[in-house]
Structures are given as structure tokens and as C-alpha cells.
């Protein structure tokens, strides 16, 4: 029977455990959730006359407006500060409607399609969803969203520098059901499967097969996905008892999904 992880896994008692534990194929990536009890390394934005809820329940009407329903999904929206995820120099435009640069040649998706995504996940499994692993934690905007929706929130990112300024960008908001870890996200997570649900931010020519692995039966893949040329469409994965099940809806545009580290 495969070994389950301990949550939460950022217990100091547990990470000495992960280490412990046997290495997995490929470059294994290394539960670092952030520390309780730390001290904000970064300076975060505030005090830039951001009137920040007002601005967020403005995000949330253009939301509706573009036909985002759930409202467990607006909920979560309404509950993280997208400015605290940006550069000071961006934070007047945290809350339109647009992808901003997080560096290291990255995007933190639009609100819009971050919205869609997790409706998507949420149509799969109506009410709180279980485990789920999200490939490409850029800044860590979505894992924060996440958080509020799901029981343990596993992020990856191949990108140590994105996956550090994520760890210090979440560290503040002490979110303890969420799990960052740094590695390759082509190969999943196979410690904390089976997942409710894996989301990806970042488009490759297939779902890995690692990924559907990995998801429980009943589980839903959402992820970007090649189209043919520069072209990438949202595709959804659902694993049945009956097998794999698989739409392809709106063009997106996502970051490529690499393979290594960086
Ligand atoms: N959800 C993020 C969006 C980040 S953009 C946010 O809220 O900010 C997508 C991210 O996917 C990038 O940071 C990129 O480095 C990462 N990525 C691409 N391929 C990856 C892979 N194989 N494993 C892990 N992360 C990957």
C-alpha cells in the first residue's frame, strides 16, 4: 500500500521524515510549505492608498459579469489580495482583468481565468475538494485561492527563484494546508495521490501521463494544452471508473510547461 504523506507537511517533525523517505525517480521535489511563525522576509505592498476591497469587489462584479456562477469560487477570490502577489510597481493594475509578469519570464494568470479553472475543478466534485496538486506556482496567487476550496493544496514550480518568492509571498498569509514544493511538475507529486484534482498553469502538447497517474478516480484534470502551432486550449480530463474522459474548450494562453529545473 503506497505511503501516505503526514499533514501537515510542513511540520518540522514531518519534512525530517520526508527527507528520510526514499528518493523518487526524477528530481523529487521537497515539501517547503511555508514556516508558522515566520518573519515576513519581503516587504509586502500596503500602504500604497490601494484601496484593495474595493477594488477586489469590483474585480468580483466584472467576474460575474463574464459569467463566473460559483459562488464558493467568488468567495475565494473575494478572500486573497491579488496585490500582494505583484511587483509594488504593478499593484494599481492587480485587480484588471489581465495577466501581469511575475519575472523569470513568467505570468500569474488573469483573475478571469483562474475563475473559470476552479469552476471547472469545482463542477467535477461539488463541495470541498480533497487533495489537489497545481503545477506552476509562479508567485503562488492561485495556491493561495486554492487554499480556500480545497482540503491540502500541493504546488509545484521547476523555478527556484519563483517557487522562493511564492514561499515568502504566502508565508504571511499562514495558509497551513498549503504545500510548496520545488521540482519538476511533468512528473506530478506521487506522494500526496491519489488528487481530487490537478490543475495546471502551464501548457504542454499532452497531459502527462504522471498527472492522470496520479488522480483519483473521480478526479478531474483541468490544464492548458497545445492546439496545434502557437495555438492552446483549456482541456478538461475527468477519470472515470468507466476510463479517461476528455473535452477540449476555449482557446487560452499559458506559459509552456517545461520539463527540468531552472
Ligand atoms: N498559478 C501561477 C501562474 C504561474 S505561470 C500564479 O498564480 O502565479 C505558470 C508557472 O508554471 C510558471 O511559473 C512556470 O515556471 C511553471 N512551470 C512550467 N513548467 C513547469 C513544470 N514542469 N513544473 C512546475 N512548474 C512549471
Not at 43 to 49: E, F, H, I, K, S
Not at 69 to 78: F, L, R, T
Not at 160 to 168: N, V, W
Not at 189 to 206: E, N, Q, T, W
Request: one cysteine or more.
Amino acid at each position: 500500500m503506497q505511503q501516505r504523506p503526514r499533514f501537515p507537511a510542513q511540520l518540522p517533525e514531518a519534512r525530517n521524515r520526508a527527507n528520510a523517505a526514499k528518493p523518487m525517480a526524477g528530481p523529487a521535489p521537497s515539501p517547503v510549505a511555508s514556516r508558522p511563525g515566520a518573519v515576513a522576509a519581503v516587504a509586502q505592498p500596503q500602504g500604497l492608498g490601494l484601496d484593495s476591497p474595493a477594488l477586489r469587489s469590483r474585480m468580483l462584479q466584472k467576474l460575474v459579469a463574464q459569467g463566473v456562477s460559483d459562488p464558493q469560487v467568488m468567495a475565494a477570490m473575494a478572500a486573497v489580495e491579488r496585490h500582494r502577489f505583484v511587483d509594488t510597481a504593478l499593484v494599481n493594475q492587480a485587480y484588471e482583468d489581465t495577466s501581469l509578469p511575475i519575472g523569470f519570464g513568467q505570468t500569474i494568470s488573469k483573475p478571469n481565468v483562474v475563475a473559470r479553472m476552479l469552476e471547472l475543478l469545482r463542477q467535477a466534485a461539488p463541495g470541498r475538494l480533497g487533495r489537489v496538486l497545481e503545477i506552476g506556482t509562479g508567485c503562488g496567487y492561485q495556491a493561495a485561492v486554492l487554499s480556500h476550496l480545497a482540503g491540502e493544496v500541493y504546488s509545484i514550480e521547476r523555478i527556484r527563484g519563483l517557487h522562493e518568492r511564492a514561499r515568502d509571498n504566502l508565508r504571511v498569509l499562514r495558509l497551513p494546508n498549503v504545500h510548496l514544493l520545488f521540482g519538476d511538475g511533468m512528473v506530478g507529486f506521487a506522494k500526496g495521490a491519489p488528487y481530487a484534482a490537478i490543475i495546471a498553469a502551464a501548457g504542454g502538447d499532452a497531459i502527462p501521463q504522471a498527472w492522470i497517474d496520479q488522480l483519483a478516480v473521480g478526479g478531474r484534470i483541468v490544464a492548458p494544452m497545445s492546439a496545434g502551432g502557437a495555438k492552446q486550449a483549456l482541456v478538461v480530463l475527468d477519470k472515470t471508473a468507466q476510463g479517461i474522459q476528455h473535452s477540449v474548450l476555449e482557446p487560452v494562453q499559458f506559459v509552456p510547461l517545461k520539463s527540468g529545473l531552472a
